[in-house]
């Protein structure tokens, strides 16, 4: 049981590049977001999924676009890169329980520098 | 204001010790209340989850949560070199989509 994998784990974009983070989980979660993380900052949500084919807004999302196609898959792609948007960025799960909405679990993190 | 606040540390103590983390928040909707564990260059990982008030113990770790002062504590036993990491507290108001609101950690640094 693989749990959240993100690829690539360390990148380097020039300004303007585009590119696309992957996350995938296998734990069949319902829900799926994206953080980024700065230093003082803490976890900033930037878009979320409840279920495949839905997809909504959080805090940061200018600069990104997620989709959902599948359960297990939530990529998210940088448009074009700016200085700005250098960070560690994590991708997260969780499920419901009853009427509860579990804790997420976290993958490793990609870093990412836009230089 | 941030909507949680967090004392960054460094935090620093000698083993054995106790250590008290805290978080303060502003959102009186606030009803779950998490604390993540992340050590360097990892993903943060879960330590405690509580409901509303009260006290919640796992082993050396307990969990306190006052909404009247909105106000939450970690406290770590018998603190260990192991413990050291950054200590996330996370919050969410009810049970839907992905709200979560993270502070931005303390860092924390058991001494052998």
């Known amino acids: 049981n693989a749990g959240v994998t993100q690829t690539p784990k360390f990148q380097v974009l020039k300004t303007g590049q585009s590119m696309t983070l992957q996350c995938a989980q296998d734990m069949n979660h319902e829900y799926m977001s994206w953080y980024r993380q700065d230093p003082g900052m803490g976890l900033r949500l930037i878009h979320y999924?409840?279920?495949?084919?839905?997809?909504d807004q959080g805090e940061v999302p200018n600069g990104y676009n997620v989709s959902r196609s599948t359960t297990e898959d939530f990529p998210l792609r940088l448009l074009s890169a700016a200085p700005s948007q250098t960070s560690v960025y994590f991708c997260?799960?969780?499920?419901?329980?009853?009427?509860?909405?579990?804790?997420?679990?976290f993958g490793q993190g990609t870093r990412l520098t836009v230089v | 204001q941030k909507e949680v606040e967090q004392d960054p540390g460094p935090l620093s103590v000698p083993e054995g010790a106790i250590v008290s983390l805290n978080c303060t928040y502003s959102n009186s909707a606030f009803q779950y209340f998490m604390w993540y564990r992340q050590y360097s260059r990892k993903g943060p990982e879960l330590l405690m989850y509580?409901?509303?008030?009260g006290n919640k113990e796992d082993g050396r770790f307990t969990a306190q949560v006052d909404k009247s002062s909105k106000y939450i504590s970690l406290f770590i036993r018998d603190s260990q070199p192991s413990d050291s990491a950054t200590y996330l507290c996370?919050?969410?108001?009810?049970?839907?989509?992905?709200?979560?609101?993270f502070g931005p950690g303390t860092r924390l640094s058991v001494l052998p």
């Open positions: 509580t409901y509303s008030s």
């Open positions: 997260a799960s969780s499920y419901s329980r009853g009427e509860m909405n579990t804790e997420a679990f």
């Open positions: 999924s409840v279920g495949a084919g839905i997809t």
């Open positions: 996370a919050m969410r108001q009810g049970n839907y989509g992905q709200n979560f609101v």
